[in-house]
């Protein structure tokens, strides 16, 4: 009785040990979901197959942190069917898949938000310029603006100058010659008094 229990005891123990394993490789392969982003692990490169197993030919390679969209998984055959961004699509060990950003993967992140800064970083400098020009323009569009007020100013006093020089010379010639007028009426009354005079006489 005793050894008959303890056979059972060695088989449940083992039974839990291999869920266990079972389990633990379930986990640690990551199930299909068209949702999120896995990627090809840190080796040089992958081999991409036709099928599940090394039976199948080789259709082509996945380099090392290329993004990836798992379709389904053979769990045992440890093998994933995978489709990349080009659109190709085949069969690589599930082994090599990971859920977390690859450190090549991180470097060509950072070469493309560093290339958004340095644009950005270009297009406000560009901002900056066409301010700084706009401001530039603007000062030198007031200057000129102050300028003509200026010379508008001083045509005005010009005209007003010319107005009154106007004003005087025809007082002036209006004067002389109402003074004329006068004296050439003078002149001929004086004349006419003496032809008068030499008539009497006569």
Do not use: C
Request: aromatic letters at 10%; charged letters at 20%; glycine letters at 6%.
């Amino acid at each position: 009785m005793f050894r008959i229990l303890t056979i059972w005891a060695i088989l449940f123990t083992s039974g839990l040990f291999s869920s266990a394993v079972f389990a633990a490789d379930e986990a640690s392969t990551p199930s299909p979901d068209s949702e999120s982003q896995y990627y090809v692990s840190d080796d040089l490169g992958v081999i991409l197959r036709s099928g599940p197993t090394n039976r199948y030919r080789v259709i082509g390679k996945i380099t090392a942190g290329t993004p990836i969209t798992i379709l389904q998984s053979d769990t045992a055959n440890e093998s994933s069917e995978v489709r990349v961004a080009n659109g190709d699509s085949g069969w690589i060990r599930s082994e090599y898949i990971t859920v977390q950003p690859t450190v090549q993967a991180k470097y060509q992140q950072l070469i493309t938000e560093n290339q958004q800064l340095k644009q950005k970083v270009a297009e406000l400098t560009q901002e900056i310029a066409d301010k700084g020009n706009v401001i530039q323009l603007n000062d030198k569009l007031q200057q000129e603006v102050s300028q003509l007020e200026n010379e508008a100013a001083t045509l005005r006093q010009q005209a007003a100058l010319q107005k009154d020089r106007f004003h005087k010379d025809v007082f002036y010639a209006g004067a002389i010659v109402l003074l004329f007028g006068m004296f050439l009426s003078w002149i001929l009354s004086r004349f006419s008094q003496k032809k008068r005079h030499r008539s009497g006489w006569r």
